[in-house]
Protein backbone atom coordinates (compact mmCIF):
# COMPACT_ATOMS: atom_id res chain seq x y z
CA UNK A 1 0.00 0.00 0.00
CA UNK A 2 1.72 3.38 -0.97
CA UNK A 3 1.53 5.88 1.84
CA UNK A 4 1.97 9.39 2.25
CA UNK A 5 2.81 11.57 5.58
CA UNK A 6 0.21 14.44 4.30
CA UNK A 7 -3.28 15.02 5.21
CA UNK A 8 -4.58 12.25 2.53
CA UNK A 9 -6.54 10.56 5.60
CA UNK A 10 -9.00 13.48 5.44
CA UNK A 11 -9.93 13.12 2.01
CA UNK A 12 -11.69 10.50 0.85
CA UNK A 13 -9.10 8.59 -1.35
CA UNK A 14 -10.08 7.11 -5.73
CA UNK A 15 -9.17 2.85 -5.20
CA UNK A 16 -6.70 2.80 -8.22
CA UNK A 17 -5.91 -0.14 -9.78
CA UNK A 18 -3.13 -2.70 -8.07
CA UNK A 19 0.28 -2.78 -9.38
CA UNK A 20 2.48 -5.87 -9.40
CA UNK A 21 5.80 -5.70 -9.59
CA UNK A 22 7.67 -8.71 -10.73
CA UNK A 23 11.28 -9.25 -10.24
CA UNK A 24 13.91 -11.82 -10.59
CA UNK A 25 15.27 -10.14 -7.39
CA UNK A 26 14.46 -7.99 -4.66
CA UNK A 27 12.28 -6.13 -6.84
CA UNK A 28 13.49 -2.75 -5.37
CA UNK A 29 13.94 -0.89 -8.42
CA UNK A 30 10.23 -1.50 -9.92
CA UNK A 31 8.88 -0.73 -6.64
CA UNK A 32 10.59 2.47 -6.21
CA UNK A 33 9.14 3.21 -9.86
CA UNK A 34 5.80 2.90 -8.92
CA UNK A 35 5.96 4.73 -5.89
CA UNK A 36 7.52 7.83 -7.83
CA UNK A 37 4.91 7.75 -9.96
CA UNK A 38 2.33 7.22 -7.83
CA UNK A 39 3.55 10.21 -6.10
CA UNK A 40 2.07 12.10 -8.69
CA UNK A 41 -1.61 11.01 -7.96
CA UNK A 42 -1.96 11.86 -4.30
CA UNK A 43 -5.37 11.41 -3.82
CA UNK A 44 -5.72 7.84 -5.35
CA UNK A 45 -4.89 4.60 -2.98
CA UNK A 46 -3.13 1.97 -4.81
CA UNK A 47 -2.05 -1.73 -3.83
CA UNK A 48 1.68 -2.11 -4.72
CA UNK A 49 2.19 -6.38 -4.92
CA UNK A 50 6.08 -6.89 -4.98
CA UNK A 51 6.57 -10.43 -6.29
CA UNK A 52 10.53 -11.09 -5.78
CA UNK A 53 12.59 -14.18 -7.00
CA UNK A 54 10.75 -14.81 -10.45
CA UNK A 55 12.77 -16.95 -11.88
CA UNK A 56 10.94 -20.24 -12.85
CA UNK A 57 8.46 -21.00 -15.22
CA UNK A 58 6.23 -21.63 -11.92
CA UNK A 59 6.70 -18.63 -10.65
CA UNK A 60 5.97 -16.53 -13.59
CA UNK A 61 2.10 -18.47 -13.98
CA UNK A 62 1.95 -18.02 -10.36
CA UNK A 63 2.20 -13.94 -10.44
CA UNK A 64 -0.12 -14.27 -13.35
CA UNK A 65 -2.79 -16.02 -11.83
CA UNK A 66 -3.19 -13.53 -8.72
CA UNK A 67 -3.35 -10.91 -11.52
CA UNK A 68 -5.78 -12.22 -13.58
CA UNK A 69 -9.66 -11.66 -12.33
CA UNK A 70 -8.71 -8.13 -11.15
CA UNK A 71 -9.96 -5.05 -12.75
CA UNK A 72 -7.53 -3.00 -14.04
CA UNK A 73 -4.34 -4.74 -12.83
CA UNK A 74 -1.22 -3.55 -13.75
CA UNK A 75 2.31 -5.98 -14.14
CA UNK A 76 5.13 -3.82 -13.79
CA UNK A 77 8.12 -5.79 -14.51
CA UNK A 78 12.19 -5.83 -14.00
CA UNK A 79 12.76 -9.11 -15.69
CA UNK A 80 16.29 -9.13 -17.34
CA UNK A 81 15.95 -13.03 -18.34
CA UNK A 82 14.73 -13.09 -21.90
CA UNK A 83 13.01 -16.41 -21.54
CA UNK A 84 10.53 -15.24 -18.41
CA UNK A 85 9.99 -11.95 -19.66
CA UNK A 86 8.63 -13.07 -22.86
CA UNK A 87 6.88 -15.64 -20.71
CA UNK A 88 4.95 -12.97 -18.36
CA UNK A 89 4.36 -10.75 -21.39
CA UNK A 90 2.70 -13.88 -23.24
CA UNK A 91 0.86 -15.17 -20.27
CA UNK A 92 -0.30 -11.59 -19.32
CA UNK A 93 -1.60 -10.64 -22.36
CA UNK A 94 -3.84 -13.58 -22.44
CA UNK A 95 -5.47 -13.01 -19.64
CA UNK A 96 -5.50 -9.25 -20.56
CA UNK A 97 -3.30 -7.97 -18.11
CA UNK A 98 -1.42 -4.60 -19.29
CA UNK A 99 1.87 -5.16 -18.35
CA UNK A 100 5.34 -2.41 -18.39
CA UNK A 101 8.76 -3.49 -19.01
CA UNK A 102 10.61 -1.44 -17.53
CA UNK A 103 14.40 -3.34 -18.26
CA UNK A 104 13.45 -5.16 -21.47
CA UNK A 105 13.86 -2.59 -24.41
CA UNK A 106 17.21 -0.78 -23.05
CA UNK A 107 18.90 -4.44 -22.56
CA UNK A 108 18.14 -5.56 -25.95
CA UNK A 109 19.07 -1.71 -27.42
CA UNK A 110 22.50 -1.81 -25.13
CA UNK A 111 23.11 -5.23 -26.97
CA UNK A 112 22.74 -4.50 -30.55
CA UNK A 113 24.74 -1.92 -29.79
CA UNK A 114 27.65 -3.40 -27.91
CA UNK A 115 27.31 -6.60 -30.07
CA UNK A 116 27.07 -8.43 -26.90
CA UNK A 117 24.57 -10.73 -24.49
CA UNK A 118 23.55 -9.44 -21.47
CA UNK A 119 24.70 -11.63 -18.60
CA UNK A 120 20.58 -11.88 -17.80
CA UNK A 121 21.48 -12.86 -14.10
CA UNK A 122 19.05 -10.60 -11.94
CA UNK A 123 19.99 -8.55 -8.27
CA UNK A 124 23.45 -8.19 -10.01
CA UNK A 125 23.12 -4.51 -9.37
CA UNK A 126 22.63 -4.76 -5.70
CA UNK A 127 25.04 -7.46 -5.39
CA UNK A 128 27.65 -4.88 -6.83
CA UNK A 129 26.02 -2.07 -4.27
CA UNK A 130 26.89 -4.41 -1.54
CA UNK A 131 30.05 -4.93 -2.48
CA UNK A 132 31.17 -1.23 -2.57
CA UNK A 133 29.32 -0.82 1.59
CA UNK A 134 31.67 -4.17 2.22
CA UNK A 135 34.69 -2.31 0.65
CA UNK A 136 33.41 0.69 2.16
CA UNK A 137 33.08 -1.04 5.95
CA UNK A 138 36.53 -2.51 5.89
CA UNK A 139 38.08 0.72 4.77
CA UNK A 140 36.79 2.06 7.95
CA UNK A 141 37.17 -0.81 10.18
CA UNK A 142 41.08 -0.69 9.54
CA UNK A 143 41.42 2.85 10.28
CA UNK A 144 40.04 2.46 13.51
CA UNK A 145 42.13 -0.24 14.19
CA UNK A 146 45.18 1.30 13.01
CA UNK A 147 48.55 0.43 15.33
CA UNK A 148 47.25 -1.54 18.19
CA UNK A 149 43.96 1.04 18.64
CA UNK A 150 40.72 -1.16 19.71
CA UNK A 151 42.48 -4.33 20.35
CA UNK A 152 39.24 -5.18 21.81
CA UNK A 153 37.99 -5.86 18.20
CA UNK A 154 40.82 -7.72 16.90
CA UNK A 155 38.92 -10.94 17.02
CA UNK A 156 36.57 -9.26 14.47
CA UNK A 157 39.00 -8.85 11.79
CA UNK A 158 39.57 -10.56 9.03
CA UNK A 159 43.88 -10.17 8.32
CA UNK A 160 45.54 -9.01 11.67
CA UNK A 161 49.38 -7.92 10.48
CA UNK A 162 51.86 -7.75 13.47
CA UNK A 163 55.41 -6.27 13.04
CA UNK A 164 58.04 -3.67 14.61
CA UNK A 165 58.09 -0.35 13.88
CA UNK A 166 58.26 0.84 10.17
CA UNK A 167 57.92 -2.82 8.76
CA UNK A 168 55.23 -1.91 6.69
CA UNK A 169 52.00 -2.28 8.64
CA UNK A 170 49.74 0.64 8.15
CA UNK A 171 50.28 0.95 4.01
CA UNK A 172 49.54 -3.03 3.98
CA UNK A 173 46.62 -2.48 5.89
CA UNK A 174 44.76 0.04 4.09
CA UNK A 175 45.69 -1.68 0.43
CA UNK A 176 44.09 -4.92 1.98
CA UNK A 177 40.93 -2.87 2.89
CA UNK A 178 40.83 -1.33 -0.50
CA UNK A 179 40.46 -4.89 -1.76
CA UNK A 180 37.78 -5.36 0.95
CA UNK A 181 39.63 -6.91 4.10
CA UNK A 182 39.05 -5.77 7.15
CA UNK A 183 42.26 -5.55 8.86
CA UNK A 184 44.14 -4.68 12.30
CA UNK A 185 47.51 -4.28 12.47
CA UNK A 186 49.33 -4.29 15.88
CA UNK A 187 52.80 -3.11 16.83
CA UNK A 188 55.76 -5.79 17.97
CA UNK A 189 57.71 -4.15 20.45
CA UNK A 190 59.98 -6.75 21.99
CA UNK A 191 59.79 -6.93 25.61
CA UNK A 192 56.25 -5.77 26.06
CA UNK A 193 53.86 -8.57 25.69
CA UNK A 194 51.14 -7.92 22.80
CA UNK A 195 47.76 -7.56 23.80
CA UNK A 196 45.98 -10.68 25.27
CA UNK A 197 43.25 -9.68 23.24
CA UNK A 198 45.56 -11.00 20.28
CA UNK A 199 45.07 -14.68 22.17
CA UNK A 200 41.57 -14.59 20.79
CA UNK A 201 42.13 -14.19 17.06
CA UNK A 202 42.51 -17.26 15.03
CA UNK A 203 46.67 -17.99 14.49
CA UNK A 204 45.67 -18.21 10.92
CA UNK A 205 44.54 -14.93 10.45
CA UNK A 206 47.44 -13.05 11.72
CA UNK A 207 50.24 -12.36 9.55
CA UNK A 208 54.09 -11.46 10.92
CA UNK A 209 56.14 -9.15 8.75
CA UNK A 210 59.17 -9.14 8.13
CA UNK A 211 62.25 -7.52 6.62
CA UNK A 212 66.23 -7.46 5.98
CA UNK A 213 67.70 -5.21 8.94
CA UNK A 214 69.42 -2.82 6.33
CA UNK A 215 65.90 -1.77 4.45
CA UNK A 216 64.33 -1.25 7.92
CA UNK A 217 66.93 0.79 9.46
CA UNK A 218 66.78 2.73 6.07
CA UNK A 219 63.28 2.85 6.95
CA UNK A 220 63.75 4.27 10.24
CA UNK A 221 66.33 6.46 9.70
CA UNK A 222 64.13 8.52 7.20
CA UNK A 223 61.28 8.37 9.94
CA UNK A 224 63.54 10.01 12.33
CA UNK A 225 64.67 12.65 10.15
CA UNK A 226 61.26 13.52 9.33
CA UNK A 227 59.85 13.48 12.85
CA UNK A 228 62.50 14.27 15.13
CA UNK A 229 62.43 11.00 16.42
CA UNK A 230 66.15 10.47 17.93
CA UNK A 231 67.86 7.77 16.31
CA UNK A 232 70.09 6.55 19.26
CA UNK A 233 68.75 3.01 19.35
CA UNK A 234 65.51 3.03 17.15
CA UNK A 235 68.09 3.13 14.01
CA UNK A 236 71.00 1.25 15.89
CA UNK A 237 71.95 -1.99 13.63
CA UNK A 238 72.37 -4.44 16.58
CA UNK A 239 69.13 -3.20 17.66
CA UNK A 240 67.36 -3.77 14.75
CA UNK A 241 68.78 -7.09 14.44
CA UNK A 242 67.34 -7.80 17.58
CA UNK A 243 63.78 -6.65 16.86
CA UNK A 244 63.64 -8.25 14.19
CA UNK A 245 65.28 -11.88 15.90
CA UNK A 246 62.82 -11.65 18.86
CA UNK A 247 59.45 -10.75 15.90
CA UNK A 248 60.34 -14.39 13.85
CA UNK A 249 61.04 -15.72 17.40
CA UNK A 250 57.36 -14.90 18.20
CA UNK A 251 56.02 -15.88 15.52
CA UNK A 252 57.07 -19.31 15.00
CA UNK A 253 56.05 -19.68 18.51
CA UNK A 254 52.08 -18.81 17.65
CA UNK A 255 52.36 -20.87 14.16
CA UNK A 256 51.36 -17.36 12.83
CA UNK A 257 52.15 -16.94 9.12
CA UNK A 258 55.26 -14.75 7.91
CA UNK A 259 55.68 -12.57 5.02
CA UNK A 260 58.51 -10.47 4.24
CA UNK A 261 58.02 -7.23 2.78
CA UNK A 262 61.59 -6.69 2.07
CA UNK A 263 62.26 -4.93 -1.62
CA UNK A 264 58.29 -6.01 -2.52
CA UNK A 265 55.86 -3.78 -3.82
CA UNK A 266 52.97 -3.16 -1.34
CA UNK A 267 50.66 -5.00 -4.25
CA UNK A 268 53.24 -8.25 -4.20
CA UNK A 269 53.11 -8.46 -0.16
CA UNK A 270 49.28 -8.21 -0.47
CA UNK A 271 48.80 -10.68 -2.60
CA UNK A 272 51.11 -13.01 -0.06
CA UNK A 273 48.78 -12.20 2.13
CA UNK A 274 45.77 -12.78 0.70
CA UNK A 275 46.82 -16.37 -0.58
CA UNK A 276 47.75 -17.28 2.88
CA UNK A 277 44.43 -16.05 4.41
CA UNK A 278 42.27 -17.93 1.83
CA UNK A 279 44.33 -20.86 1.49
CA UNK A 280 43.24 -21.92 5.19
CA UNK A 281 39.81 -21.29 4.36
CA UNK A 282 39.71 -23.64 1.57
CA UNK A 283 41.31 -26.31 3.28
CA UNK A 284 39.58 -26.10 6.33
Avoid at 50 to 68: G, L, W
Wanted: charged share 25%; no cysteine.
Amino acid sequence: MVEFSDDRHLKELKPGPPIFVVSGGTGATGDLLARTVLAQFPDVNVEIHVETKVVSEDRVHEVVKMATGIPGAIILHTMVNRNFRRLLVTEAARAGIVTFDLAGPLEEHLSRELAMPPAQKPGLYHQMRRAYFDRVEAIEFTVAHDDGKRVEDLAKAEIVLLGVSRVGKTPLSMYLSILGWKTANVPFVPGVPPPAELDQVDPHKVVGLVIEPVQLMSHRRYRASRSGIREQGYVDRQTVIDEMRAANHYYYQRGYHVVDTTDKPIETSAEEIISLITRRKVTS
